[in-house]
């Protein structure tokens, strides 16, 4: 009986391990004789952290915001030359760029604890042979967004911290839904984001911006494609005929990225352009899944809904 007790435990143990990683659900586990810690990171990997995270290098621009976010400030030690929110982070050593961080900078830093995005595979696989703790945090919706911040609450012991910026998000996410609930489904505009103009390449449906612009009630033009930033072409979004036009604003100014619109072969009858709704947004505040996540939607949801929103 004991033996099949204890089989049953060790099958349930690993049970319940399968369902962390398959939803994505990032459990912590506290030896509490030792303190260590052990948390499931975003690819599914259980990493192990030894003690107070002190010294805390961060990768990708994403995961700087939520250790700032989180009050982290004094513990981050580097970050990339892409890490550009909130200014301080431009203080903080460089250990280069998001895609190809310098290792040997990294270590000279002495990290107890390096936060990195899903393309550092080979990055991550040296520093753990040099048994430095790294999460790899890569959010590209909501709900990962506060996995996100849970997690890095929970490995940098700031648990309360976490769940106050949740908190926080959610309520900005709430007061703007709120507004919006007033919305039939015919009052909702349709919307064309232009990631880049030559060629127009969009956003699909596996996109953090698609997940953006739903929330703040728009109808994306290219919902239909399963892809994060397909190529399009100036006609199939002159057949869509947008009502909103959304472009990062670091692109141009806006008499030249208009005018770059009207030059298109039948984009003048488009309702955006006929009805000047052409809005430059900034390019982090969309495209980084991180804190700010409810700023993004709100800016959304004003440029599209502006009266609903005159009295904020």
Same mark, same amino acid.
């Given at each position: 009986?004991?033996?099949?007790?204890?089989?049953?435990?060790?099958?349930?143990?690993?049970?319940?391990?399968?369902?962390?990683?398959?939803?994505?659900?990032?459990?912590?586990?506290?030896?509490?004789?030792?303190?260590?810690?052990?948390?499931?990171?975003?690819?599914?990997?259980?990493?192990?952290?030894?003690?107070?995270?002190?010294?805390?290098? %961060?990768?990708?621009?994403?995961?700087?915001?939520?250790?700032?976010?989180?009050?982290?400030?004094?513990?981050?030690?580097?970050?990339?030359?892409?890490?550009?929110?909130?200014?301080?982070?431009?203080?903080?050593?460089?250990?280069?760029?998001?895609?190809?961080?310098?290792?040997?900078?990294?270590?000279?830093?002495?990290?107890?604890?390096?936060?990195?995005?899903?393309?550092?595979?080979?990055?991550?696989?040296?520093?753990?042979?040099?048994?430095?703790?790294?999460?790899?945090?890569?959010?590209?919706?909501?709900?990962?967004?506060?996995?996100?911040?849970?997690?890095?609450?929970?490995?940098?012991?700031?648990?309360?911290?976490?769940?106050?910026?949740?908190?926080?998000?959610?309520?900005?996410?709430?007061?703007?839904?709120?507004?919006?609930?007033?919305?039939?489904?015919?009052?909702?505009?349709?919307?064309?984001?232009?990631?880049?103009?030559?060629?127009?390449?969009?956003?699909?449906?596996? %996109?953090?911006?698609?997940?953006?612009?739903?929330?703040?009630?728009?109808?994306?033009?290219?919902?239909?494609?399963?892809?994060?930033?397909?190529?399009? %072409?100036?006609?199939?979004?002159?057949?869509?005929?947008?009502?909103?036009?959304?472009?990062?604003?670091?692109?141009?100014?806006?008499?030249?990225?208009?005018?770059?619109?009207?030059?298109?072969?039948?984009?003048?009858?488009?309702?955006?352009?006929?009805?000047?709704?052409?809005?430059?947004?900034?390019?982090?505040?969309?495209?980084?899944?991180?804190?700010?996540?409810?700023?993004?939607?709100?800016?959304?949801?004003?440029?599209?809904?502006?009266?609903?929103?005159?009295?904020?």
């Amino acid at each position: 009986m004991k033996s099949c007790k204890k089989s049953f435990l060790l099958l349930l143990g690993v049970a319940l391990l399968l369902v962390a990683v398959l939803t994505g659900c990032a459990k912590d586990v506290v030896d509490e004789t030792t303190g260590e810690l052990t948390l499931l990171d975003q690819m599914g990997r259980k990493v192990l952290i030894e003690g107070e995270v002190e010294r805390i290098v %961060s990768l990708s621009p994403s995961n700087t915001e939520i250790l700032f976010a989180l009050g982290l400030n004094d513990k981050v030690v580097g970050v990339t030359d892409y890490c550009n929110y909130p200014p301080e982070a431009a203080e903080k050593d460089s250990v280069g760029g998001f895609d190809k961080p310098n290792i040997e900078v990294i270590l000279t830093l002495e990290p107890d604890l390096v936060l990195a995005g899903s393309l550092h595979e080979e990055v991550v696989t040296r520093l753990e042979e040099r048994d430095i703790p790294v999460l790899v945090m890569e959010p590209q919706t909501m709900e990962q967004i506060y996995e996100a911040i849970r997690t890095v609450g929970a490995a940098a012991r700031v648990k309360e911290a976490a769940e106050a910026v949740v908190s926080e998000i959610e309520q900005q996410i709430d007061s703007v839904q709120e507004k919006l609930a007033t919305l039939a489904d015919d009052e909702k505009v349709s919307v064309y984001y232009e990631l880049w103009y030559d060629p127009p390449m969009s956003i699909g449906n596996r %996109s953090f911006i698609h997940e953006v612009i739903t929330a703040a009630s728009g109808n994306n033009i290219f919902a239909d494609i399963d892809d994060n930033y397909p190529t399009v %072409s100036p006609e199939a979004v002159a057949e869509k005929n947008p009502r909103v036009i959304l472009y990062p604003d670091d692109h141009g100014t806006a008499e030249m990225v208009t005018e770059q619109f009207y030059s298109r072969p039948g984009w003048a009858e488009i309702s955006a352009l006929k009805e000047k709704r052409i809005y430059g947004v900034n390019s982090d505040l969309f495209s980084r899944p991180g804190p700010r996540v409810g700023q993004a939607i709100q800016e959304a949801a004003t440029l599209f809904y502006p009266k609903l929103f005159d009295n904020q």
